[in-house]
């Protein structure tokens, strides 16, 4: 069964700084797709960022960035010039074609201003 | 542009009392999902549904049931509910494998 990590059940970051949050898989397929969820405290899930596996480029949106290493089986989520909006939990997840998506446990930002 | 929605977004109940959360859709998404988050944990898998007429069972199944209707909609049933059933109930619809999740905005139930 594939499994998720996320070690940092809680971390903070100074207003306009970079952090970065942390995740592992345990997988032995070759095919799959990686994402990152933000929850803020509305409940809603909001894809922030996903990866596809076969690509080598680690995905961009806007301030958010990822740091896909394969072989590692890790997937951290950069977040760059933080705001006060981006204060959530955050989500890991991971799917192949074929199986369903599994979530790790998540990691709560605080923006401290 | 309502994408996945939930009914209702509140509920309380007493311990035994039956209740259907509903979920629908309007992505013509082929797969729907219904899962469970309690207090400072991520989303846990009840069931599922990958095709209109088809359910399986997710991670913590042991409880409900599940109807998927149609193609939009996928309900979830308490049939005797319990105090360790307290929790936040999220919907989401998937089109397929590299396509995100899209989730509803959430059901808190609450069972004294």
């Known amino acids: 069964a594939q499994t998720v990590t996320q070690s940092q059940p809680e971390m903070s970051v100074q207003e306009a700084e970079t952090v970065t949050l942390s995740c592992t898989y345990d997988t032995s397929e070759s095919d799959y797709y990686l994402f990152w969820y933000k929850q803020p405290p509305s409940r809603q899930m909001i894809l922030v960022i996903r990866q596809e596996a076969y690509k080598q480029q680690n995905a961009t949106e806007n301030r958010f960035s990822v740091n896909f290493q394969k072989a590692a089986k890790s997937f951290s989520l950069k977040i760059s010039d933080s705001q006060l909006g981006d204060a959530a939990m955050y989500f890991c997840?991971?799917?192949?074609?074929?199986?369903?998506?599994?979530f790790g446990e998540g990691t709560q930002l605080t923006v401290n201003p | 542009n309502a994408g996945v929605t939930q009914t209702p977004k509140f509920q309380v109940l007493k311990t035994g009392q039956s209740m259907t959360l509903q979920c629908a859709q309007d992505m013509n998404h082929n797969s729907m999902y219904w899962y469970r988050q309690d207090p400072g944990m991520g989303l846990r898998l009840i069931y599922y549904s990958a095709s209109e007429g088809t359910t399986d069972k997710g991670e913590v199944p042991n409880g409900y049931n599940v109807s998927r209707l149609n193609k939009r909609e996928f309900s979830l049933r308490l049939e005797s509910a319990a105090p360790s059933q307290t929790s936040v109930y999220f919907c989401?619809?998937?089109?397929?494998?590299?396509?995100?999740?899209?989730f509803g905005d959430g059901t808190r139930l609450s069972i004294l």
């Open positions: 989401a619809s998937h089109q397929k494998g590299n396509q995100p999740q899209h």
């Open positions: 997840a991971y799917r192949t074609l074929a199986s369903r998506l599994t």
